[in-house]
């Protein structure tokens, strides 16, 4: 029996560091850990950015309900990008569809026109004749279970460019944009006919991976001459000759049964998808197809994210498709506008 108490004591002892040894080993590292844990979760939080106060409200023009709302600024920039380019498309490039948008609005603003709508003094639509805009409910209405998700990502890229709009020549530009170039995007004189030195023609060749980058319409051969006001040779198979291209690589004139037409004009009345177009007579109809998906003149959207896809932040994006124009404050612009009101 001496000698089993030894033994016993050894065992007990061992058994004491056995329990303790994972105590040692867990407690520094959980002390370490808190601490390094605590700091990257502050970081997380404080590099999620958060959406702060408008500081003036837009009058939009509700098309349907025939009705101008006051939107907070920056709800109507949400608004715009939500409706404006797909939810599911990089955070660099959301970014970069929020700060045009907001671009646009400011410079809007300023201009002080008015809609002349007997409802109110709207300065914008809710339409493409402007920008799209939609309200949460009508978002969540289209969205569904992915409101919540959607809206949130949306929400982050709006306010990590809150306050920040494009300008050239220390004045607000004309952000246009669309949504799939031909694999470049236009001059601006080519479209508007008025020159604007940022928006000039620059390569885009990703923009062949965007999924509306080639449609084929076919029209029949008596609704095309309808449309156009001319008439086919269908004996002859031809349609017409394009007699110019922009420097976008667009139709920019195009003869028909002795009449010229402009590649936007055959774009319209046609309502094509792109004014890069070829196109032949089969049968009865004549079929059209089309590169591209818009009027190409600005930022592609399709670019911005295939940019984004590479690694490309907004700023790059914009510099790219806007060049010459800086990122700068819409405080001072947006005060000159309050300050009329």
Do not use: C
């Amino acid at each position: 029996m001496k000698q089993v108490k030894p033994v016993l004591f050894a065992l007990g002892g061992l058994f004491f560091i056995i329990l303790l040894i994972p105590t040692l080993l867990v407690t520094p590292f959980m002390e370490q850990s808190k601490g390094k844990l605590g700091e990257e979760i502050t970081v997380s939080k404080s590099e999620v950015p958060v959406l702060g106060e408008s500081p003036l409200d837009v009058p939009v023009y509700r098309s349907q309900a025939k009705v101008v709302e006051n939107v907070p600024l920056e709800e109507y920039v949400i608004g715009v990008v939500a409706s404006e380019m797909p939810a599911e498309f990089e955070k660099e490039a959301l970014k970069a569809q929020a700060l045009a948008a907001r671009t646009y609005i400011t410079k809007q603003l300023m201009s002080g026109k008015k809609l002349g709508v007997p409802e109110g003094n709207a300065v914008v639509t809710d339409t493409v004749m402007h920008q799209v805009y939609k309200t949460p409910e009508e978002l969540k209405a289209a969205w569904g279970d992915d409101y919540a998700r959607k809206m949130e990502k949306i929400t982050e890229a709006v306010a990590a460019t809150q306050g920040q709009i494009l300008t050239y020549d220390n004045q607000p530009i004309d952000a246009s944009f669309f949504s799939t170039s031909n694999g470049y995007t236009e001059n601006s004189e080519a479209v508007w006919q008025e020159p604007i030195p940022y928006l000039k023609s620059v390569e885009s060749t990703w923009d062949e991976k965007s999924p509306k980058f080639y449609e084929k319409k076919i029209i029949a051969i008596s609704q095309f001459e309808k449309l156009l006001g001319v008439n086919l040779n269908t004996s002859s198979g031809t349609i017409g000759k394009v007699t110019e291209l922009t420097p976008g690589k667009r139709v920019a004139k195009v003869e028909i049964d002795g009449k010229e037409f402009t590649g936007t004009d055959v774009r319209d009345k046609l309502e094509l998808k792109s004014a890069d177009f070829t196109w032949e007579i089969k049968g009865d109809s004549v079929v059209i197809e089309t590169k591209g998906y818009g009027h190409g003149v600005g930022m592609s959207q399709y670019g911005a994210n295939f940019m984004a896809e590479s690694g490309k932040t907004y700023q790059d994006i914009v510099a790219y498709y806007y060049n010459g124009t800086k990122v700068s404050e819409a405080e001072p612009f947006l005060n000159k506008y309050t300050a009329k009101q």
